[in-house]
């Protein structure tokens, strides 16, 4: 087996669109227009991810992060550079390398609506081809990691979305694919489910050393799944690294939470090397009483927020 | 290829459209509505020509033909072009397309099931009362057996047809105007509306050759038994056509899916 789950060497993807007029008269006008523009959504990703991991792959709205997503699964054919997944080109022999992938988009389902779960895993096996002995071992390592008896059973359209997605990324990892791909898996689930998804993935990328891909823009998905991290903005890649060396770029900042007279608490980041702690306690003492204290490092939440911002790192 | 992915498949279709019991009998009733009239109307149209034979075809006949064209529409009936252009713009095509299986082959497979379920829940029933009531105007022999072949021939035929304008769809992103065109189109010169043997000289040579015939006309002209197809030389030319347009239907079909399902751009996410 290849060491590398997925190698990326200077990936680039332009799309052409039209340059749209406004107006009727523009919309008119677009119809005979030939007036095209590029519109670079990935510039030159290199990227190189080992058998096993879990990467945070993370960027704001419209940074290219779906368009990477689909070119690493072969939908899109990158405009240069070169993808290997599994040691393969994704686009190219597409049927093929489609069984050692698994997907899951949290807005989508790709479970059989009117079935019970159950007829959409025995679909996913045939269609997989995957061999009945493996088959009840999964079902089995799935039993052993959430509660799957109360859903077997219940057909996906009656499910809520907490249900139906812990379901998506059962289906995801049936075939016991070597990658999976998890596109915000945890949007819109409360609290609870969240914690579950998480132990969930968790669990099965240990007990089958799957490598899994997870975009989000929920940082608790990315504490509790990830060691490394890798952003991008505008297209370009501009963090690749753990978290923890990401939070040393910010050592200095100190998130300062008080509490006041009204039994409200209210938080602040605060830079150390511009701006001293105590002078900010200070000057707000003398506009009200502060009840408590507390002083903690900057979370992986700030982190991000700096760095889609435009802090430089 | 692995006939169990292929069966799989037809199994969950076939579970999926028992889901949805209520439309079959409203697909029943409908028909019976769209049957009182035609009937009407066909009967005014051999009232007013003072003759019991039009076209080499007795009322009888023109009714028969019409009862189980419908039925046949019913069974035949695909939504391809629908599902696939809600698919694109939600962006569910990706998924789809991430399954280990010819995009055009898993689809295929995917509304088999429906088909099953639509031939023994519309057709078979249709055709049973047909039976009944035109006591035995339809021969029983090896003429079923023919229609059978030549049905999933039209199947497939007309799969690709959709198919094609789904493709199409892909580019203009809009499906409703391009859908209602196809519909018209294959209504009418596939005989489904009007038997061709009432169509005009000039026209009927020209349509006799179109993949639309291949899909209503030859099944129901073959199960029928006329235009010779009670003879193999009949029978033959006929099969012939069906097999040739599925030729070139799958070839250009499957050339235009794979050059643009590389332009397309999946919606969302």
Same mark, same amino acid.
């Not at chain 1, 988009?105 to 061999?131: A, C, T």
């Not at chain 1, 605060?270 to 009200?288: G, L, S």
């Not at chain 2, 959709?162 to 105007?177: F, I, K, Q, R």
């Given at each position: 087996?290849?060491?590398?789950?997925?190698?990326?060497?200077? @990936?680039?993807?332009?799309?052409?669109?039209?340059?749209?007029?406004?107006?009727?008269?523009?919309?008119?006008?677009?119809?005979?227009?030939?007036?095209?523009?590029?519109?670079?959504?990935?510039?030159?990703?290199?990227?190189?991810?080992?058998?096993?991991?879990?990467?945070?792959?993370?960027?704001?709205?419209?940074?290219?992060?779906?368009?990477?997503?689909?070119?690493?699964?072969?939908?899109?054919?990158?405009?240069?550079?070169?993808?290997?997944?599994?040691?393969?080109?994704?686009?190219?022999?597409?049927?093929?390398?489609?069984?050692?992938?698994?997907?899951?988009?949290?807005?989508?389902?790709?479970?059989?609506?009117?079935?019970?779960?159950?007829?959409?895993? &025995?679909?996913?096996?045939?269609?997989?081809?995957?061999?009945?002995?493996?088959?009840?071992?999964?079902?089995?390592?799935?039993?052993?990691?959430?509660?799957?008896?109360?859903?077997?059973?219940?057909?996906?359209?009656?499910?809520?979305?907490?249900?139906?997605?812990?379901?998506?990324?059962?289906?995801?990892?049936?075939?016991?694919?070597?990658?999976?791909?998890?596109?915000?898996?945890?949007?819109?689930?409360?609290?609870?489910?969240?914690?579950?998804?998480?132990?969930?993935?968790?669990?099965?990328?240990?007990?089958?050393?799957?490598?899994?891909?997870?975009?989000?823009?929920?940082?608790?998905?990315?504490?509790?799944?990830?060691?490394?991290?890798?952003?991008?903005?505008?297209?370009?890649?501009?963090? #690749?690294?753990?978290?923890?060396?990401?939070?040393?770029?910010?050592?200095?900042?100190?998130?300062?939470?008080?509490?006041?007279?009204? #039994?409200?608490?209210?938080?602040?980041?605060?830079?150390?090397?511009?701006?001293?702690?105590?002078?900010?306690?200070?000057? &707000?003492?003398?506009?009200?009483?502060?009840?408590?204290?507390?002083?903690?490092?900057?979370?992986?939440?700030?982190?991000?927020?700096?760095?889609?911002?435009?802090?430089? @790192? | 290829?692995?006939?169990?992915?292929?069966?799989? %498949?037809?199994? +969950?279709?076939?579970?999926?459209?028992?889901?949805?019991?209520?439309?079959?009998?409203?697909?029943?009733?409908?028909?019976?509505?769209?049957?009182? %009239? $035609?009937?009407?109307?066909?009967?005014?149209?051999?009232?007013?020509?003072?003759?019991?034979? $039009?076209?080499?075809?007795?009322?009888?006949?023109?009714?028969?033909?019409?009862?189980?064209?419908?039925?046949?529409?019913?069974?035949?009936?695909?939504?391809?072009?629908?599902?696939?252009?809600?698919?694109?713009?939600?962006?569910?095509?990706?998924?789809?397309?991430?399954?280990?299986?010819?995009?055009?082959?898993?689809?295929?497979?995917?509304?088999?099931?429906?088909? $099953?379920?639509?031939?023994?829940?519309?057709?078979?029933?249709?055709?049973?009362?047909?039976?009944?009531?035109?006591?035995?105007?339809?021969?029983?022999?090896?003429?079923?057996?023919?229609?059978?072949?030549?049905? $999933?021939?039209?199947?497939?035929?007309?799969?690709?047809?959709?198919?094609?304008?789904?493709?199409?769809?892909?580019?203009?992103?809009?499906?409703?105007?391009?859908?209602?065109?196809?519909?018209?189109?294959?209504?009418?010169?596939?005989? +489904?509306?009007?038997?061709?043997?009432?169509?005009?000289?000039?026209?009927?040579?020209?349509?006799?050759?179109?993949?639309?015939?291949?899909?209503?006309?030859?099944?129901?002209?073959?199960?029928?038994?006329?235009?010779?197809?009670?003879?193999?030389?009949?029978?033959?030319?006929?099969? +012939?056509?069906?097999?040739?347009?599925?030729?070139?239907?799958?070839? +250009?079909?499957?050339?235009?899916?794979?050059?643009?399902?590389?332009?397309?751009?999946?919606?969302?996410?």
């Amino acid at each position: 087996m290849e060491e590398m789950a997925l190698v990326m060497n200077k @990936v680039c993807k332009d799309f052409k669109v039209l340059n749209r007029h406004e107006g009727l008269k523009g919309s008119i006008q677009d119809l005979f227009s030939r007036d095209y523009k590029t519109i670079s959504a990935v510039k030159d990703v290199s990227l190189e991810v080992k058998r096993g991991e879990i990467i945070g792959y993370l960027g704001p709205n419209g940074a290219g992060k779906s368009t990477t997503i689909k070119m690493m699964t072969g939908v899109l054919e990158p405009t240069s550079g070169d993808i290997l997944v599994n040691g393969k080109v994704p686009y190219k022999n597409r049927t093929e390398n489609c069984e050692n992938i698994g997907v899951v988009f949290g807005q989508r389902s790709q479970l059989w609506w009117s079935l019970p779960l159950i007829e959409s895993f &025995k679909l996913l096996r045939d269609i997989y081809m995957v061999p009945q002995k493996d088959y009840e071992n999964m079902i089995e390592l799935y039993r052993s990691l959430v509660d799957i008896e109360p859903i077997l059973h219940k057909p996906v359209r009656q499910m809520s979305l907490g249900q139906r997605t812990l379901s998506d990324i059962l289906a995801a990892f049936l075939h016991n694919p070597a990658i999976v791909f998890l596109d915000e898996p945890t949007i819109g689930l409360d609290v609870s489910m969240k914690d579950k998804i998480r132990s969930l993935i968790k669990g099965l990328n240990k007990e089958k050393n799957t490598t899994v891909i997870l975009t989000t823009h929920d940082m608790g998905d990315v504490d509790a799944l990830c060691k490394r991290i890798v952003i991008i903005d505008k297209g370009t890649k501009i963090y #690749d690294n753990d978290i923890e060396h990401l939070k040393g770029y910010f050592g200095s900042y100190r998130t300062l939470h008080m509490k006041l007279n009204d #039994d409200t608490w209210e938080s602040m980041l605060i830079d150390e090397k511009e701006t001293d702690i105590m002078d900010v306690i200070m000057k &707000k003492q003398k506009e009200t009483k502060i009840k408590d204290i507390r002083l903690e490092e900057i979370s992986t939440e700030e982190v991000i927020k700096k760095i889609y911002e435009g802090v430089a @790192v | 290829m692995n006939p169990r992915k292929l069966f799989a %498949l037809t199994r +969950a279709g076939i579970m999926e459209s028992l889901q949805f019991r209520l439309g079959t009998f409203v697909t029943l009733f409908a028909n019976l509505l769209y049957l009182v %009239l $035609v009937y009407y109307l066909w009967k005014a149209i051999y009232a007013s020509s003072g003759v019991d034979v $039009v076209n080499g075809m007795t009322f009888t006949d023109t009714m028969i033909y019409l009862i189980l064209a419908t039925s046949l529409f019913n069974f035949l009936e695909m939504f391809v072009v629908w599902d696939m252009s809600r698919s694109i713009q939600s962006g569910k095509i990706i998924l789809d397309l991430l399954k280990p299986m010819k995009f055009r082959k898993y689809t295929f497979w995917s509304y088999s099931g429906s088909h $099953v379920v639509s031939f023994i829940m519309t057709f078979l029933p249709t055709f049973v009362v047909v039976m009944i009531i035109t006591h035995g105007a339809i021969h029983m022999g090896i003429n079923l057996l023919w229609f059978i072949i030549s049905t $999933v021939f039209a199947l497939i035929v007309n799969f690709n047809i959709e198919m094609l304008v789904a493709t199409l769809c892909l580019y203009t992103e809009s499906t409703w105007g391009i859908n209602i065109v196809k519909e018209t189109i294959v209504l009418l010169l596939s005989g +489904a509306s009007i038997p061709l043997a009432f169509f005009p000289e000039k026209l009927r040579e020209v349509v006799q050759y179109l993949p639309f015939r291949a899909v209503y006309d030859i099944p129901l002209t073959i199960l029928l038994q006329k235009n010779g197809s009670d003879t193999i030389e009949g029978l033959l030319p006929m099969f +012939a056509l069906q097999v040739i347009w599925i030729v070139i239907l799958t070839a +250009a079909g499957t050339l235009f899916w794979n050059y643009s399902v590389k332009k397309i751009t999946v919606n969302g996410g």
